[in-house]
């Protein structure tokens, strides 16, 4: 794909006590994590790529620990949300990238929770992923200071209208706000320039930067693209199978990565320069497999993101700790997982109390060389994929979580999709399924994912539910993101307009008057429901024309109730207002053509509660 391209389950949070000695410093330590996006292990040049040139997080390599055999998921939601809660994709709810399965449940405390409770400053700068509305925001879910942009990329269908890497609107502490630069240049600008004060306070900082680079759209500044051209050329046989388009692509994808890479030398400058060096904790990840590594380096791994394969899921950690923490390994070969970091972070500060019944291990112990290995361990990786793709292990609609969608991981074996085996220490690239001739291996690791699945399988149907009408959002937009199993999530999508449609499951905070405007376009567009428009000029592209539909009328649906209208040529919107109890709702919608046939359902809904 080009473009990514439940009974509500209360849960009692329990604390428990990490076993592990705290710092010997009185000031805890300084908490920075910078996550990139579809990048993959083999896209730094200290994993051996022949292309690239990441001098910045090649020393971030060199001067702290490598994670070896370190997994994420294969889509960046379920990745982002194990990183904050230190728990299966399937038992937080964020499964998937888009379709109503993105939403975090709001009873689970975050990594910010844990650390603000704990006295720090808590920011987040870059890309959230994990709900667009009140309850799920990451000002809702531990954040002091949030610079994010909604949904799964910057132009995605929910973004501010027609942004485009350069001089956005960004959300700030819930309000829209214009920053002028380059995306990846601004979210690593405006955390250092937090952090600074953060530091002045003497408090200590939890920082999340979270990029939209190097996902697509593939914009950059274009002064990155000649050196990667040119070292592109000197390795021609890596690309001789890629046309034109492809290369073009390939060009810009590698240049975001430069861009990131300055970034983290400006990052890792400000660290050293200010001191803030002698007790921070810099952690460095990508949240799913390579979009490119396939086409031309891939670390000898097959596949890349939204598969099982190795290239889907195996990433690059790196973990640099004050001397008083660890005593910093240069590597480590142990099976690691991105829900290990919540509780090795939290034990790594001191922190004493952190949620119960985790998923992930502290690895804490592995860099302070306390111990050699970890218990013997198996993982399990599974997500809800894209409505629209096509899989094996069921006929279905793949967005419906499902077990045999699981790739289980455990030592040198793969058991994918519950049926093939392959064992990577013989075979990196996984081309010969040896489940046949290793029954009693496959046998261990599908007692282990019927296990999971018993232990996830009540709560993971169920959708989580953004609330409306609350205190803390309202006015609110509620768009096509969140109609359950349905996938409509980029602005270009908005432009050609897919005949598609869902439903959204809503929970109404007070019982009033709610006034529902239904939109084909966003506001800040000003279009008009029927209307077309023409492509657009970017900074560094053209965003497609927009089509043009014969709406004639708008329908609504809340529970039992329906209303209608008609639509001129000149509306912008079609507007109803509904009493409302509070409670659980379902609402759908549908701009329909003159013989009141459905054309499509409205990607956008402003509600108001009066």
Excluded at 4 to 13: C, H, L, N, S, W
Excluded at 22 to 35: C, F
Excluded at 99 to 107: A, C, D, F, N, V
Excluded at 188 to 202: G, L, Q
Aim: overall charge negative; some cysteine.
């Amino acid at each position: 794909m080009k473009a990514f391209k439940v009974v509500v389950f209360i849960v009692g949070i329990v604390f428990t006590t990490c076993t592990s000695n705290p710092p010997e410093e009185s000031v805890p330590p300084n908490i920075i994590i910078v996550m990139t996006d579809d990048q993959g292990y083999g896209e730094f040049s200290f994993n051996g790529n022949p292309v690239t040139n990441t001098p910045n997080i090649d020393r971030l390599a060199r001067e702290g620990t490598r994670f070896t055999d370190f997994h994420v998921a294969p889509m960046c939601t379920p990745t982002r949300g194990q990183l904050l809660t230190g728990m299966d994709a399937f038992r937080n709810g964020a499964i998937n990238v888009s379709s109503g399965r993105t939403l975090l449940r709001p009873e689970l405390k975050t990594m910010a929770d844990v650390f603000k409770e704990n006295g720090y400053a808590t920011g987040l700068f870059g890309k959230w992923h994990l709900g667009d509305n009140y309850p799920f925001r990451p000002e809702d879910r531990g954040f002091e200071k949030a610079i994010w942009f909604p949904s799964s990329h910057i132009n995605s269908l929910p973004d501010y209208w027609d942004n485009d890497y350069f001089d956005d609107t960004y959300i700030h502490n819930g309000k829209k706000k214009s920053f002028e630069g380059y995306c990846t240049d601004v979210f690593f600008d405006e955390s250092i320039k937090w952090m600074k004060k953060r530091a002045d306070s003497k408090k200590s900082f939890f920082t999340y930067i979270a990029l939209n680079a190097a996902h697509w759209p593939h914009f950059v500044p274009d002064r990155y693209r000649d050196p990667v051209r040119g070292a592109m050329g000197k390795n021609p046989e890596l690309f001789k199978d890629l046309d034109e388009e492809k290369r073009k692509e390939l060009v810009s994808f590698l240049a975001m990565g430069a861009n990131i890479d300055d970034n983290m030398g400006k990052l890792l400058d400000f660290l050293d320069e200010s001191g803030l060096d002698e007790n921070t904790i810099v952690v460095f990840l990508t949240d799913n497999g390579s979009t490119f590594g396939k086409d031309y380096f891939n670390a000898g791994m097959k596949g890349g993101k939204t598969t099982l394969w190795e290239g889907g899921h195996r990433v690059p950690l790196l973990m640099k700790t004050p001397q008083h923490l660890s005593k910093q390994p240069s590597k480590i070969d142990e099976l690691c997982h991105v829900q290990d970091i919540l509780p090795t972070l939290a034990s790594m500060s001191g922190i004493t109390t952190i949620p119960k019944k985790l998923d992930g291990v502290d690895l804490s112990p592995l860099l302070r060389r306390e111990k050699e290995k970890l218990d013997d361990r198996m993982l399990v990786i599974n997500y809800s994929r894209m409505p629209m793709f096509e899989v094996k292990y069921t006929t279905e609609n793949p967005a419906i979580p499902m077990k045999d969608g699981a790739g289980v991981l455990w030592k040198n074996w793969r058991l994918l999709e519950n049926r093939e085996l392959y064992d990577i220490s013989t075979d990196p690239y996984q081309d010969n399924d040896v489940a046949a001739e290793n029954p009693e291996v496959v046998e261990k690791m599908r007692a282990h994912l019927n296990m999971w699945w018993n232990s996830v399988k009540d709560m993971v149907y169920e959708p989580q539910r953004v609330i409306i009408g609350s205190e803390y959002e309202n006015p609110m937009l509620v768009s096509a993101c969140e109609w359950l199993d349905v996938f409509v999530d980029q602005q270009i999508q908005t432009r050609y307009g897919p005949r598609k449609n869902g439903i959204w499951h809503l929970s109404v905070a007070e019982a009033g008057e709610y006034e529902f405007e239904l939109r084909r376009w966003p506001k800040e567009s000003d279009f008009s429901v029927r209307q077309g428009i023409p492509e657009k000029k970017v900074t560094d592209g053209t965003f497609i024309k927009g089509v043009s539909f014969p709406i004639y009328s708008a329908r609504i649906k809340i529970g039992g109730r329906e209303k209608s209208v008609k639509i001129s040529e000149t509306d912008v919107s079609a507007n109803f207002t509904f009493e409302l109890d509070k409670g659980n709702i379902e609402i759908q919608s549908w701009f329909n053509d003159e013989k009141e046939e459905p054309i499509l359902g409205a990607y956008y809904m402003y509600i108001n509660r009066k």
